[in-house]
Structures are given as structure tokens and as C-alpha cells.
């Protein structure tokens, strides 16, 4: 019985062995096994031909791969790709922070619940998971391209140009909030020009803080309501794509009723008593943003109060904070929060300020690009993955391990019932 | 002699062989590995570590090999064993020396003794012992001569390496810079030894210390400059040296041969003044009387030594405007250099004459032994002792007043000098009418002061009440001269206008105050006249002496009453905005500068030294060292990764990581992942 | 309570006087009142009616980015001291000291001197008569007013020309006086009426330049 059960084994597995070899001779075609992403030589060495040749890839392949592959297409040999682990849909940008304290913010679109993990030429950068689309990487300039890894994807880009940064105009009343947000942008590098009023026919001036130009000047930093009798020049300063953003005193003023991002609401107290590294906003009071006009965006919430809001007016772009007196955070801040205030405010401009791209931007021609999408690059240049066109290596095996496998089951199987017929000795 | 006698003999003399023969191999072994690290260090310069450990590596291989050899021997101990190796190298016993040695031949010992006999072994096995011993000797000869045909100086390189001797003294072109030692000798009053290190590209060590560097002097001539000053060169024997100073600031010196270069960058460490922490008395404290004795107890510590301790007080008398100060330095004591040390005192406060009211500040103090920047000087907190007043407890309630009399102008005697003066130096400059009006604007004034110190006069020597209004408006004085007002003084006052206007004994302090204010007067009388005429420098004069006698009225008359005041509450909304705004202008601001683009560019920079690292690797190192350089002055916390990153490179080790966190560090900010927000931009 | 007067509790200038552990910090009780009433007198910038005292080892002394240090007798600064007011100034906060003795041979001005050059790690340097401090408001084209003790005579003897200060970039971070204003500024505001020209005006200039610098 048991010498039976061999045999049928060992006929199964060469039947198998035998049908797995006459389907894939049906289906050959010129397959190319593409280990890196750049298979430019790799592909060149073939010859031109009609037989549509299969790419079998593990990895993405890099703009002048998939370009020199298309432009085989156009020219009559085509090809099909496949996967067999799959390439994840990722896209990766890489944009300037706007910020002059320099740095580059890089936007990664990954699967949800992949891991990403971001890395330049000088070693790894930081890896997030994704929780919803994506992530946003805020990094100093990167050492060459910065490159987004997910599960074996990677997209490629490099850091954009950026121009020198128009000026900010801070206009307020005299006062400590005041006083340490003009400081705080201009030591991190944001020319700014300022009118701080000390009494009312008396202002400490800086620069032309009346010249709302946007050849000239990139934010308004409007505080208090002491901006009101420019509300209508930084309007049409906004309109024409100037920056706007508005303290919490001068978005209750009605003079900016018309550009704000919402109303004020009920004044809240901090929610801390001491600033902490962690969330040192709680400890700062908050005028919330309610009532949000149609377009408005919330940027950031305390718990379920809207503390920064943004929205765009014409051309250009509003910012709403609704956090006061943020120099306690500075001063009576733990190690770092003379820093940190900095990089806030200096990012809170940045975010109104219009586009900072330079022309030079625009000529520049680098084998990389400032963003890469690899999974909707190759489509778009080969077509969409053939399922045939794959290396059979979803289990981590190498290419034809099922077949070896058939062949060793076979063997072992007649081996055995072999053995078996001459240990009880029949023929 | 029996045959066991003769193969005893035998015996010895093969065990002496073997012996000496395994010693040879040894020997041999270890003077070879020194001839063949000795010959690769002379074409290769191999690291001190190496060579440091060739000595022991030799040793080890000696005994490796004299060991081997006594165990390839076989047991020679064993008289059988012994007899057999005599059978192979004499056949002609035909195996009766074994046959006799065995225990089973006893029985026909007289027959094997007598063949035995017949033969004489001992020659052969004595060639047999010692002729393998040919080989070994004339390895170690060989090794012998190997090491005594190499320069002066390479043997003494492998068998007792030092730091420094990598500088080989030699001839011919060459690059000097290729290899460089380093030796710091500290200052003397730090009690640390020299060290030397071999190619150094940095050195860190306290200010002050001599750091001489020798390399060897081949080729052309080698140059210094430290940061663009010329560091002279020496040369002795066939090496160059070249001496500098440990700077207080870090400092790169750089030295050129040709088309060779090499950077040292000198990390100086400060030395640190001493800590000191006063643990007696141990709080602040009032004592009702100033009697007893004060127990002072202090600890200090220092990096390198303290040299002496103390401590230090100062006794303040007096109050509100007129304090005097003592200072007293007590229980000095030496401490010998330690690094710790205690120190203790005290005070027997009655016999600093202490009166009430009187405060105590006593701290500790002690001093290193620095003799290159001065001793460094630490001192510990100050305890304030108080004595306390009699009525300490009685207060006196005083309503603030308005300022006296005297105060009540800004313009003073001494304003008005100020004034003279600056216009007695504008002379040149100014117009003559110009001149003359500004000269009788300080008349005017002069002469207002003038009247309110005559009102002042009058007043008081007269008892009646000071007229507001100007004096000349009085008609009591209107036409009064001054000498007739000085007469009146006089006559109130019943002294004698010749006296000499000085406080003299027995006068009533009226006297005494009025005295000089009348000088005053007739000073300023003067004074007004000379500025009425444009002749401010005959003025001045008059003023000087006003200006003194008035301050030696106020001198006699000063006496405070002072009370703690009211706490005062400004009604902000009664007072906003009513004060005059006649020299109230705008005012403009000037930017403040970018904390920031420092690091960025050092950034900017550290990426284009990584960025030709690896073509170009010791540009990349010395641009690594010369940001770390500056870093040590600008920010010493980033300079810390750096210098590992270097001391990897250095050693050709991997510096991939220490680069990476180095990097971080210059970043400042570490990277952070958010969820991508719904307007594409920060925050 | 409206959001204006809740913003006064949080943002307003609030004169400092910062106490410390040895010595008279509380020799000129009077000036707070002074300084406050002609801030109001003279601008519109939103004061407190009373002054505050914080000691300085005390993190509530960044709360106040302008801060008055005075007295007659030695200072000594603790190690805590000493650390908050080198963090008191390199965030950004600015003391103004005054000698209360006039006098540069006083124990004051030594010990004031010695203990600020250890905290800040630097002496003070004699700040130019031309600075923005004196013309951020009134205008002092010759520097620092004169008070009446320098022209008195009394302490020392001397008109100082200059004020002394420890500059963190071009920003004033201590400024140091040794022409005694709180002798100067000390007296109840309603005696202002009394004086021909106010001389707490410089005061004035000291608070905007805070404020604005």
C-alpha cells in the first residue's frame, strides 16, 4: 500500500514537473532580471527586437531606466515588467521650508501602516510609519539626494533652490510679544521691517513698514489693532499675493473682519502653568478661531479648539494665530525654547509666505528631480505590471525553487518505494 | 665503567643539547621576527602600537619554539629511550645496550656488559646531540647580523618603542611633514608630566603649555605660520622642531614643505578657578550684641592645585547715604597644591569694634596656582551677618516730601560749570554772538542760582520765610549789594568777616552751614559778572569756588531721616499721556543679526568637506579641522562629535558614524516626522 | 473680565525690582512708582500701577525682561543667581543696575562689577553716548542725564560721562549706571510737579528701549 503511495507520489510530482515545463515554454519570452535601478547598460547590451521583452524587478527603477525602456517601446521592441513582491505606490517631494534658517521639508505618500524610512547620502535621516497618507519630514539640507524607502520602494529627489527671502512687516504696539517676535525672525535670518507704536504719535520704525510691495516684502505680521489703518493697503497687499498673519488681537479688530480665517472666540486661560519642551503652547492663552470661513484650514488645534488657521485671499495667503503672548515662551521656557519660539514664528511666516522658488529653479537640469513618484513613473512609461513578467520570489525563494522542490519529491518518493520493494525482498 | 654508568653519561650530555638546542631556536625565532619587523618598520614606519608589541610577540614565538623543539626531542629523560636513540647512531651494539637496560636482561648483564664494552658509543652520540644545533646557531647569527647591519636608532624602534620616535633621523628629499611627534609639556605649576604623540593632528592641553613639534628634516626647508604668524623652525641633528605656546583661544598652525602641507590644531583647556563652598556659618543671621566668636568653615577644590585659602569680609557701618566699608582677610592658609582642602576660622567679633546696625559679609576665597593667566581666583557665597540696633524694632512713619531747597533745579553750580566748560571749548568753533548769547544764557542762570542761594541765606539768618519768587524781587534785599548781604550775614551771625571761612571750633553749625554759602554767594556775584561779558574763562574760577563751598555747606548739613515709605500706586489713567512731549521723537531701530547663519553656513560647510571625502580625503580632514577649530571658540558643544569624526579619520577607521552624528549635531535640529497637514506647508 | 484687561495681566510692562540675597536691594523703594508714572505719563504703552519684586534666583524673574538691581552694600550672587542671570539674559531679558553709593571706590560698584563680569563671563564696556538708548524716546545727545548727586558732588565726586554694559549681539543685556538714579528717581510721583524739567525721562527711554529692542 505505503509502496503504491510513493509511486503515485513520485508520477504526481514528474507529471507536475512536466507540466510546469511544457507552460513554461508556452509563455517564454526574453526575460531580464533588473537588480538595481539603474539598468541602462544592463538593457543596452540587448538587442533590438520584436519579442516583447519581460522585466522582472524587485525595485524601482530610475527615471532613465523607464525613460530608455519607453523610448525602446516607441522604437519597436516593447516590454512588460512585473513584480512579484510588488512596488509600493510611494511619491516623495522634497520643497524648500521658505524658512531662511534654510532646511527642506520632504513629503512622503506611502501605504498605510508602511514604514518609511528616509535617508540621504550621509546615512539615515529619521523613519516614520504612516498613519493616513503620508508624512512630512522636516530635515536640514540633505548631503545629496534624499531618498524615501518603503519595503524595498525608493523614491529619489533632490533639495529645490530657493531665492533670498522677501522682508516681513511686524507692526504692533510696543510690548514684550512684540518685541521678541521681531527678534525671533530676525535671528533667524527674515529681514524684517517694523513699526512698534509707543504712544500714539510716536513709533519705533525699522525699514519702510508702510511700502506694502510684493516685489518687496513677502508677510505683513499684523498683532494688535494697531494694524488697523493699513487693514486696506495689507488687503489688497494679500489680494495681490502678499502674506498675512494676524494676531489674535488684530483678527478681532473689524478692519481685518474681511480677511481673517475665522472669528475670535472666548479668551482661554493656559492650560499649563509652566512651559513645558513637549507642548509648550498649552501654557500659552488662546484666543480660538471659530466660525471658520469656507476655504479655511486648520493647522492647529488645542484640543478641540482651533489655535492657527489659514486661508487663502486672492493671491495670497492668511494665517490666523490665536496664541498670545508668546513670548513667555521664550523667556521662561525650558532649554531650547529661545530656539524653538524662533523656529515657530519663523515657520508660522514661512507658511503665509508666497513661493519662494527661483527662476534658477527652473533651468536647472539634474538627473534627479525635486520629487519622484517611481510606482506612477514606470506605469506610466511601461504600461501597467504583467503578472507573468515576474520573478517567482514572493516567498524569498529564488527563481525555479518549485520546480526543484517537485524534483526532489519525486525522487525521494520512488527512492522509497524502491527501498521498500528490496527490504522485503521483491524484484 | 658499567655501560648503565656510560648511558648515564650520554644521557646528560643529550639533555644539555636538547636544552641548549630549543634555547637557540628560540632565541633564533625572536631575533628574527625583531630583524623582519625591524627591516618593515625601516621601509614601512609602522605604528607604535605594532611596534610596541613586537617585544612580546618575539618573546612569545621564543618560547613557542623552544618548547616545540624540547617536545620534538622526545623522552630524552628516559634511559630506554635513550639507549634506543644510542642503537640508531652506533649499530655496532646490535641492540645490547637496550637488552641491558631492560630489566628482563639482568640475567646475562655480565655477557652484555662485556659486548658493551667493545664499543665505544659515547663519540657518535655526543656528534649526533649536538650536531643539530648547527642550524638555530647560524639563524640567530644570521638575525644577529641582520639587526646589527640596520641604522642607528632602528633596533632601539622595535625593542623599546616610544612615542616621538617616529621621526626618523635621516638624509635626502623627502616629505618632512609625512610624519610629525608632538610633546606637550604643561606649565611647570600644573605638576603634569609630558606626553608626546605621534602624527597628531590635534592637541589638546591647558594654556600656556610648550608644544614642540619634530619631524624629520629632508627635503626643503619646512614653514609655520599659526593663524598668519610665523612660528620659527629649528633644526637639530637631522630633525626640525618648531615651538609654540598653547594660546588662550584654539589655533591652527600650519605647516608647508613644498607642496606638503599639515595642519595642527591647538585645543586649549583652560584651567579652572577653584570651587569653594562656605559650610560655616551656614545661613545669614542677626546677633543682638557683637561679642562671642564666629566659626567660619569652607571646602574648595580645584582641577590642577590650590595654592592658598581664605577668608574674606567686609564690615559695612552707616546707612542711607553714608556707608563706610572694612575689609579683612583672615586664617590664610597655604594648601599645598592639593585638589581638596578645607578650610576653618574664626572671628572674635569683639574685636572688630562692631557697632549696631553693622553688617558682616563673609565668604571664603581660594586661589590656584596659575602662573600663566594669574591665579584663578573662586569664592564661595557670602553669609551676611547684622548686628542689630538698639531700637530696631521702632519705626518712624515719614511722608515723602518734596525735594529740599537745595535740590529743587536741575541746574546746579555744577551744571552750570559743565556747561562753561563746554562752551569755553566751542570757542573756536562758534560765531562771536553766538558765543556771547549762550555765555549770558549761563549769566542768567548763574545769577538765578545765585539769588536762590542768597534767598536761602537770608532765610536763614534772617528766620523769615524763603520768597518763592526771584529774589530780587524782594524788597527786603532788592538793592542790597553784595557785600551789604554779606555784612548783614555777618552781623547775624555776630562774626568777624575777616575770619576765615572754614568750620572752626566752638561756632554754631548755623555758622557753619552759612559760612561757605556766602562764599558761594560772592563767588557765583563774581561769576554772573564775567559771563555777562562773554569771558567764561575768567568765570570759571568763580564757579570752582562756589561749586566747593557749596558742597561744603551740604557736607555740614547732611542729615537724612528716612523712613520706609508708603507704597506708592500710580493712578495710570489720571497720569497717561500729560507729561510733555516737547523732546519726543520718533526713533528708528536697526535689525538684529541672524543667530542662525553661522550654523547654517558651518553646515554648508561640513557637507562640502563630506561631499570630497572620499576623493579627496586629506583636503576633507583638514576642512573638518579647521570648522573644528572654530567651533572650539564659536560653539564648543557642536565641537565635540567633530573631533571624534577626526580622531576616526586619523586612524583610517570607519567614520561613517561619527561623521553621521557629528552632522546631526551641526544640524542642530534632528529631523521630525509629521502626518502631512491639510495646507502642504508648516506649521 | 474682558480679554483687553485679561491681556494687561499677561502682556503689560511690569517694573521688576529684582532682589538678591546680599546687600540693600531694597534702598530705593520709591523709583518703581516713579519709573511706572512717567512711563504712563509719556506713553501709551500698557502699564502696570505697581512694580513687582522677584527674587533672583527665581524663574519668576523671566516673567519681567526688564529688571532694576540696586543698592549701597556688597553683592555677592549665590551659584543659582548667578545662573539665572546669565539665562535672564541670553534669552533676551535686560537689567539695568545702579550704584546707590555713586561711587566707583564703594563696594557696590566693585562687588556689583566683579560679580556681573563672573556671570556673564565678560566685563562691562563703557557704552557709547551715541546708542539707540538715548534716542529711543527723549533725546539725550550727550549721553546719560546727569543727576544731582554727580552735580552735588557727593559720592565720588565725579560726572560720569558713560553707562557701563554687557551687549549680547548689539542688544543692551545689563546696563550698569554709577550715576545713582535711584537716589534720583526716589520720590513720589506727585513731587514731579515740584521740577521744572522731569528727570526721570531717561527712565523713559530705558523701558522702550526694552521693549522695542
Same mark, same amino acid.
Given at each position: 500500500m505505503m509502496e503504491r503511495a510513493l509511486r503515485a507520489v513520485g508520477v504526481v510530482s514528474v507529471a507536475v514537473l512536466v507540466v510546469q515545463a511544457w507552460r513554461g515554454e508556452?509563455?517564454? &519570452?526574453?526575460?531580464?532580471?533588473?537588480?538595481?535601478?539603474?539598468?541602462?547598460?544592463?538593457?543596452? !547590451? /540587448?538587442? +533590438?527586437?520584436?519579442?516583447? /521583452?519581460?522585466?522582472?524587478?524587485?525595485?524601482? /527603477?530610475?527615471?532613465?531606466?523607464?525613460?530608455?525602456?519607453? &523610448?525602446?517601446?516607441? &522604437?519597436?521592441?516593447?516590454?512588460?515588467?512585473? !513584480?512579484?513582491?510588488?512596488?509600493?505606490?510611494?511619491? =516623495?517631494? +522634497?520643497?524648500? !521650508?521658505?524658512?531662511?534658517?534654510?532646511?527642506?521639508?520632504?513629503? $512622503?505618500?506611502?501605504? =498605510?501602516?508602511?514604514?518609511?524610512? +528616509?535617508?540621504? !547620502?550621509?546615512g539615515v535621516i529619521d523613519s516614520a510609519v504612516i498613519r493616513t497618507s503620508g508624512a512630512s519630514f522636516a530635515i536640514a539640507t540633505p548631503v545629496g539626494a534624499a531618498v524615501a524607502g518603503v519595503s524595498g520602494t525608493s523614491a529619489r529627489a533632490r533639495a529645490p533652490l530657493v531665492r533670498a527671502p522677501r522682508s516681513v512687516i511686524v507692526l504692533a504696539r510696543a510690548g514684550w510679544d512684540a518685541k521678541f517676535i521681531v527678534a525671533a525672525l530676525e535671528e533667524r535670518g527674515w529681514p524684517v521691517e517694523a513699526r512698534i507704536i509707543v504712544r500714539p504719535d510716536t513709533a519705533v520704525v525699522q525699514g519702510a513698514p508702510a511700502r506694502f510691495d510684493t516685489a518687496r516684502v513677502a508677510v505683513v505680521v499684523a498683532l494688535d489693532a494697531s494694524a488697523a489703518p493699513q487693514a486696506a493697503a495689507i488687503g489688497a497687499f494679500v489680494r495681490s499675493g502678499g502674506g498675512l498673519v494676524l494676531g489674535a488681537e488684530a483678527s478681532g479688530n473689524a478692519a481685518f473682519a474681511e480677511l481673517r480665517a475665522g472669528a475670535n472666540g472666548v479668551r482661554q486661560a493656559p492650560l499649563?502653568?509652566?512651559?513645558?519642551?513637549?507642548?509648550?503652547?498649552?501654557? /500659552?492663552?488662546? $484666543?480660538?478661531?471659530?466660525?471658520?470661513?469656507?476655504?479655511?484650514?486648520?493647522?492647529?488645534?488645542?484640543?478641540?479648539?482651533?489655535? $492657527?488657521?489659514?486661508?487663502?485671499?486672492? &493671491?495670497?495667503?492668511?494665517?490666523?494665530?490665536g496664541f498670545e503672548d508668546s513670548w513667555r515662551w521664550r523667556m521662561t521656557g525650558p532649554d531650547g525654547a529661545r530656539e524653538a519660539h524662533r523656529r515657530w514664528w519663523a515657520s508660522l511666516v514661512a507658511s503665509a509666505s508666497p513661493d519662494a522658488l527661483s527662476e534658477a529653479t527652473q533651468t536647472v537640469r539634474s538627473a534627479v528631480s525635486t520629487w519622484d513618484a517611481p510606482l506612477a513613473r514606470m506605469v506610466a512609461d511601461l504600461g501597467a505590471p504583467d503578472p507573468q513578467a515576474t520573478i517567482p520570489t514572493s516567498s524569498g525563494e529564488p527563481a525555479g525553487t518549485s520546480a526543484w522542490w517537485w524534483g526532489v519529491l519525486a525522487l525521494t518518493a520512488l527512492l522509497g518505494e524502491w527501498a521498500s520493494r528490496r527490504l522485503r525482498g521483491a524484484p | 665503567m658499567s655501560a648503565l654508568e656510560r648511558l648515564a653519561r650520554v644521557q646528560r650530555e643529550l639533555t644539555a643539547a636538547v636544552i641548549t638546542g630549543s634555547v637557540l631556536w628560540g632565541a633564533s625565532t625572536a631575533v628574527a621576527l625583531l630583524a623582519v619587523v625591524a627591516v618593515a618598520d625601516r621601509a614601512l614606519t609602522l605604528p607604535l602600537e605594532l611596534r610596541s608589541a613586537t617585544p612580546w610577540l618575539a618573546a612569545l614565538a621564543a618560547v613557542v619554539a623552544a618548547t616545540w623543539r624540547v617536545r620534538r626531542a622526545g623522552p630524552f629523560a628516559n634511559p630506554r629511550a635513550v639507549a634506543l636513540w644510542v642503537e640508531r647512531t652506533e649499530p655496532a651494539l646490535r641492540y645490547a645496550l637496550v637488552t641491558r637496560v631492560d630489566p628482563a636482561g639482568a640475567a646475562s648483564a655480565d655477557a652484555l656488559e662485556r659486548a658493551i664494552a667493545r664499543v665505544a658509543f659515547e663519540e657518535p652520540a655526543r656528534r649526533a646531540a649536538w650536531r643539530p644545533l648547527l642550524r638555530p646557531a647560524a639563524a640567530l647569527a644570521a638575525g644577529v647580523v641582520v639587526l646589527f647591519a640596520l641604522p642607528a636608532g632602528a633596533v632601539a624602534r622595535i625593542a623599546r618603542p616610544a612615542a616621538g620616535d617616529i621621526i626618523k633621523a635621516r638624509r635626502g628629499a623627502g616629505d618632512a611633514l609625512a610624519h610629525v611627534a608632538v610633546t606637550v609639556t604643561p606649565p611647570a605649576y600644573s605638576g603634569i608630566a609630558p606626553t608626546t604623540i605621534d602624527d597628531a593632528s590635534r592637541v589638546s592641553a591647558l594654556v600656556g603649555s610648550a608644544v614642540r613639534v619634530v619631524g624629520a628634516a629632508v627635503g626643503e626647508p619646512v614653514a609655520a605660520h599659526a593663524d598668519s604668524v610665523r612660528v620659527q623652525l629649528a633644526e637639530a641633528g637631522l630633525k626640525w622642531t618648531a615651538d609654540v605656546t598653547m594660546p588662550v583661544a584654539p589655533s591652527v598652525v600650519h605647516f608647508v614643505q613644498g607642496t606638503h602641507e599639515r595642519l595642527l590644531l591647538l585645543e586649549p583647556r583652560a584651567d579652572s578657578a577653584p570651587t569653594v563652598s562656605l559650610t560655616a556659618p551656614a545661613r545669614d543671621s542677626v546677633l543682638k550684641v557683637a561679642t562671642g566668636t564666629l566659626r567660619l568653615a569652607a571646602s574648595a577644590r580645584d582641577d590642577i592645585g590650590l595654592d592658598h585659602g581664605a577668608f574674606e569680609v567686609v564690615i559695612s557701618s552707616g546707612e542711607g547715604e553714608n556707608f563706610r566699608f572694612r575689609t579683612l582677610t583672615i586664617a590664610r592658609a597655604a594648601l599645598g597644591n592639593a585638589r581638596t582642602a578645607t578650610l576653618g576660622g574664626a572671628i572674635r567679633l569683639d574685636t572688630l569694634k562692631l557697632e549696631p546696625g553693622d553688617l558682616l559679609h563673609v565668604r571664603a576665597i581660594a586661589l590656584d596656582r596659575n602662573t600663566v593667566g594669574g591665579p584663578g581666583l573662586g569664592s564661595s557665597e557670602t553669609r551676611a551677618i547684622r548686628i542689630a540696633r538698639a531700637g530696631e524694632y521702632d519705626s518712624v512713619d515719614v511722608d515723602a516730601a518734596p525735594p529740599p531747597e537745595e535740590r529743587k533745579g536741575v541746574i546746579s553750580e555744577r551744571m552750570l560749570i559743565l556747561l562753561a566748560e563746554k562752551l569755553e571749548k566751542q570757542r573756536a568753533q562758534l560765531a562771536r554772538e553766538a558765543f556771547v548769547g549762550q555765555a549770558r544764557v549761563i549769566a542768567r542762570d548763574q545769577n538765578t542760582l545765585r539769588k536762590q542761594v542768597g534767598n536761602i541765606i537770608f532765610s536763614r539768618l534772617s528766620g523769615d520765610p524763603v520768597d518763592e519768587k526771584e529774589g530780587d524781587d524782594d524788597p527786603k534785599r532788592a538793592n542790597m549789594t553784595p557785600e551789604q548781604l554779606l555784612a548783614a550775614a555777618n552781623a547775624a551771625t555776630e562774626a568777624a568777616g575777616a575770619e576765615p571761612l572754614d568750620f572752626a571750633g566752638g561756632e554754631s553749625p548755623v555758622v557753619n552751614i552759612n559760612r561757605p554759602l556766602l562764599e558761594a554767594y560772592n563767588a557765583m556775584w563774581e561769576a554772573g559778572r564775567e559771563l555777562g561779558v562773554a569771558d567764561v574763562k575768567r568765570a570759571l574760577p568763580h564757579m570752582y569756588v562756589a561749586l566747593a563751598a557749596i558742597q561744603k555747606a551740604r557736607s555740614a548739613e547732611r542729615v537724612y531721616l528716612r523712613g520706609r515709605p508708603k507704597d506708592a500706586v500710580v493712578d495710570i489713567a489720571r497720569v497717561r499721556l500729560s507729561g510733555k512731549s516737547d523732546i519726543i521723537g520718533p526713533s528708528s531701530r536697526l535689525p538684529r543679526g541672524n543667530l542662525d547663519a553661522a550654523a547654517i553656513a558651518r553646515l554648508a560647510r561640513f557637507d562640502v568637506a563630506l561631499g570630497i571625502l572620499g576623493t579627496r580625503p586629506a583636503a576633507a580632514t583638514d576642512s573638518l579641522l579647521l570648522l573644528r577649530a572654530e567651533l572650539l571658540g564659536a560653539a564648543p558643544t557642536l565641537a565635540a562629535p567633530l573631533g571624534d569624526a577626526l580622531d576616526q579619520l586619523r586612524a583610517g577607521k570607519d567614520a561613517t558614524e561619527a561623521l553621521i552624528a557629528a552632522r546631526r549635531t551641526l544640524a542642530g535640529v534632528s529631523a521630525h516626522a509629521a502626518p502631512l497637514g491639510a495646507w502642504g506647508r508648516a506649521p | 473680565m474682558g480679554a483687553r484687561a485679561m491681556t494687561r495681566t499677561a502682556s503689560t510692562f511690569t517694573f521688576c525690582t529684582v532682589q538678591y540675597e546680599s546687600g540693600d536691594w531694597d534702598s530705593a523703594p520709591l523709583v518703581p512708582a516713579n519709573v511706572i508714572d512717567s512711563v504712563a505719563r509719556y506713553t501709551s504703552v500698557e502699564v502696570n500701577p505697581t512694580g513687582v519684586v522677584v527674587p533672583l534666583a527665581s524663574a519668576d524673574l523671566l516673567r519681567y525682561p526688564l529688571a532694576y538691581l540696586t543698592g549701597h552694600l556688597p553683592v555677592r550672587f549665590s551659584g543659582s543667581e548667578r545662573d539665572m542671570l546669565r539665562s535672564y539674559v541670553m534669552r533676551g531679558g535686560m537689567l539695568f543696575v545702579d550704584d546707590h553709593n555713586h561711587d566707583v571706590d564703594g563696594v557696590f560698584h566693585k562687588s556689583a562689577n566683579e560679580e556681573l563680569t563672573r556671570a556673564l563671563g565678560a566685563p562691562l564696556k563703557a557704552l557709547a553716548n551715541t546708542h539707540a538708548l538715548y534716542s529711543c524716546f527723549f533725546k539725550f545727545p550727550e549721553g546719560p542725564p546727569t543727576t544731582g548727586h554727580e552735580l552735588n558732588g557727593w559720592g565720588d565726586n565725579l560726572v560720569h560721562k558713560n553707562l557701563f554694559a554687557h551687549l549680547v549681539g548689539d542688544r543692551i543685556g545689563v546696563l550698569y549706571s554709577s550715576k545713582d538714579y535711584s537716589s534720583e528717581w526716589g520720590y513720589h510721583p506727585d513731587n514731579k510737579r515740584f521740577l521744572s524739567v522731569d528727570n526721570t525721562r531717561f527712565a523713559v527711554n530705558l523701558v522702550v528701549y526694552a521693549l522695542t529692542r
Open positions: 508556452g509563455a517564454r &519570452a526574453p526575460m531580464v532580471v533588473v537588480p538595481s535601478r539603474s539598468a541602462v547598460q544592463l538593457l543596452a !547590451s /540587448l538587442p +533590438l527586437s520584436s519579442d516583447t /521583452l519581460a522585466i522582472a524587478t524587485d525595485t524601482t /527603477l530610475d527615471a532613465r531606466t523607464t525613460a530608455w525602456l519607453a &523610448a525602446r517601446r516607441d &522604437a519597436g521592441a516593447p516590454a512588460r515588467w512585473g !513584480s512579484a513582491r510588488g512596488i509600493a505606490p510611494t511619491a =516623495v517631494a +522634497l520643497e524648500p !521650508s521658505l524658512d531662511p534658517g534654510g532646511g527642506v521639508r520632504a513629503l $512622503v505618500a506611502a501605504p =498605510v501602516a508602511s514604514t518609511v524610512r +528616509l535617508a540621504d !547620502s550621509a499649563a502653568i509652566a512651559v513645558s519642551a513637549a507642548s509648550p503652547r498649552r501654557a /500659552l492663552p488662546l $484666543v480660538p478661531i471659530d466660525q471658520l470661513v469656507a476655504g479655511a484650514v486648520a493647522l492647529e488645534r488645542r484640543d478641540d479648539l482651533v489655535a $492657527v488657521a489659514a486661508r487663502r485671499v486672492g &493671491a495670497g495667503r492668511v494665517l490666523q494665530v | - | -
